[in-house]
């Protein structure tokens, strides 16, 4: 039952939440994957690193995918960025390089991070 209800809960918080705070539901969700990838790997289960590497690769592909690149200068290089995040997750994968994941950990985080202070301010109101 508790599974039940909690499933229920992330998808209501889902369905409700603004296109910025589901920006940063993604970022963090995309930061714990890396995060639980590296630490699987760390300890030799390659299986559990591997589904993780996949989810943070099925995330990546969703960002890239919503990213309007003409709306802002950033556009072309943070789609770069998600291309080249996504083929270090898919070597990393191949390969079980922790390496490759902490590389990409050490741009996913101040993304995360930026998205989450960004949409912290648009919720804010005008200062």
């Not at 369905?15 to 970022?27: C, D, E, I, K, N």
């Not at 690193?49 to 309007?68: F, K, P, R």
Request: some cysteine; hydrophobic content about 45%.
């Amino acid at each position: 039952m508790t599974a039940a209800l909690r499933a229920r809960y992330v998808n209501e918080s889902v369905a409700t939440a603004s296109p910025q705070r589901l920006l940063v539901m993604l970022y963090d969700r995309l930061a714990l994957d890396l995060q639980r990838a590296q630490t699987a790997l760390g300890e030799g289960d390659r299986v559990a690193a591997s589904e993780q590497l996949m989810h943070a690769q099925d995330i990546v592909l969703e960002l890239h995918g919503t990213l309007n690149v003409d709306d802002w200068d950033g556009g072309p290089a943070l789609s770069s960025l998600y291309t080249w995040v996504h083929s270090e997750l898919v070597m990393a994968n191949v390969k079980g390089d922790a390496r490759r994941v902490a590389d990409c950990r050490t741009v996913v985080e101040p993304l995360r991070d930026a998205w989450s202070e960004a949409a912290a301010l648009l919720s804010s109101g005008p200062v």
